[in-house]
C-alpha cells in the first residue's frame, strides 16, 4: 500500500520513535515561520476544513497500526498546522477505540485554540505541544509572520484557555532566535505568559538546519542555557543533537543508503530527494538531520532553497 498521509515511523528528538500523521498539503500553515524546516507558506490561512479526504487517512493508519509497530507516539504533524484539518478529532476517536495501546501527540503551532471547536477537537490527544515563541507583537510578527487575523495576544490567550481545560500532557515549545526573543525583556514577557499557560514541561528548540531565511542563525548551546536560565519553570528540557543511525533502531539503513547514493550524484534540494525516494517530507528531514550531523552530507543555500551534497 502506497502512503500519502502516514509516513515513519520516524525517530523524533522529543516524541522517541512516532508514527506521523500529515492531516494538511505542502505547505498549508496559519504562520510562515522564519524557521520552519518544511519551507515557505504557500497557502498563509486559518480557516478549517477537511484539507485531506479524512476516510483516506483512517484507512492508512489502519493499515499501518494492525501490524502492531513499536511506537512512542502516534503524532500529528507535517506539511501545515494539523488543526486546520476539521476531522482531526475523529482520527484521535479512531486510534483511541480501535488502538488504544497507543499514545496520540500533537505538534501545533497553537494559534488556533481561540477557536472553541478546535480546542474540544484536541482535549482527548494525550500529548499537545503547542509553540509559544514570542510575547511581544513586533517579535511575533519577525518570527512567526501569522495570518494577518492573529495578533501574539490572541494566540497565547488561546492557549492559556486550551491549557485551563485540558486534562492530558501539555509540553510548551519555544524556539530561541537570537536577537529576537532572546532579550530580557521578551523573556520576562514570555515568562508571564508561561504563568499563564502553567505547561508541564517547556521544551527549548533551536535552528537545527536552515530555515525559510537567510540570516536566521541558531543559539548556541551557551546561549540556550543562559535563556532557559531566565525562564520560571521548573521543568526545562533543551533539545539536543539528533540521535545517530547506529543508536536509533528507527533509522532505515536502506533509506539512508538511498539518499547518500541520490546527493552523490548530484546536489539536492529537500523537494528533489522527496520526489525521488518518494518519502514524505518529515520523514526525509529527520534522516537529512542524522546525515549532516554525523558529516556524511552537507548543506548550501542555492537558487531553488538548500542543497544537500555527498561529503567527499
Known amino acids: 500500500m502506497e502512503y500519502r498521509y502516514i509516513f515513519g ?36 490561512t ?21 501490524t502492531h509497530p513499536k511506537l512512542d507516539f502516534v503524532t500529528y ?12 478529532s475523529e482520527v484521535t476517536r479512531f486510534v483511541k477505540e480501535n488502538y488504544p495501546e ?5 505538534l501545533t503551532n497553537g494559534s488556533l485554540f481561540y477557536d472553541e471547536n478546535v480546542r474540544r477537537d484536541c482535549l482527548d490527544i494525550d500529548v499537545v505541544i503547542p509553540s509559544l515563541d514570542c510575547a511581544g507583537e513586533t517579535e511575533f510578527k519577525k518570527v512567526d509572520r501569522p495570518h494577518r ?3 501574539v495576544a490572541t494566540v497565547n490567550d488561546g492557549i492559556a484557555k ?16 537570537p536577537g529576537i526573543n532572546d532579550t530580557d525583556e521578551e523573556i520576562a514577557r514570555i515568562n508571564t505568559e508561561i504563568a499563564k499557560i502553567r505547561p508541564d514541561k517547556i ?31 521548573d521543568n526545562i528540557e533543551i533539545a539536543g543533537k539528533p540521535a545517530s543511525r547506529s543508536s536509533n533502531k528507527a533509522y532505515s539503513g536502506d533509506t539512508s543508503g538511498v539518499i547518500l547514493r ?23 528531514n529527520k534522516y537529512l538531520s542524522v546525515l549532516v550531523a554525523e558529516g556524511k552530507i552537507t548543506e548550501a543555500r542555492g537558487e531553488r532553497g538548500v542543497f544537500y551534497r555527498y561529503a567527499e
Not at 486559518?46 to 494492525?66: Q, S, T
Open 203 to 233: 521544551q527549548l528548540n533551536t535552528l537545527d538546519r536552515p530555515g525559510v531565511v537567510d540570516w536566521i542563525r541558531p543559539a548556541d548551546d551557551r546561549a540556550m542555557q543562559a535563556f532557559a536560565d531566565k525562564l520560571c519553570h
Open 9 to 44: 515511523p520516524v525517530p523524533s528528538r522529543r516524541l522517541g520513535i512516532s508514527l506521523g500523521i500529515d492531516l494538511i498539503p505542502q505547505k498549508t500553515c496559519s504562520y510562515n515561520c522564519i524557521y520552519c524546516e518544511s519551507g515557505k507558506t504557500t497557502n498563509l
Open 262 to 284: 541520490t546527493v552523490r550524484r548530484r546536489p539536492c534540494t529537500l523537494d528533489d530527494i522527496v520526489k525521488i525516494t518518494g518519502l514524505h517530507s518529515n520523514e526525509v
Open 102 to 106: 497507543y499514545k496520540t501527540a500533537l
Open 162 to 177: 486550551f491549557a485551563s481545560e485540558y486534562a492530558g500532557q501539555l509540553w510548551l515549545e519555544i524556539f530561541v532566535v
Open 149 to 151: 487575523s492573529l495578533s
Open 77 to 88: 504533524a507535517g506539511s501545515g498546522e494539523p488543526t486546520l484539518h476539521s476531522g482531526i
Open 46 to 66: 486559518v480557516e478549517r476544513k477537511e484539507y485531506v479526504p479524512l476516510d483516506d487517512v483512517i484507512a492508512e493508519l489502519d493499515a499501518v497500526l494492525r
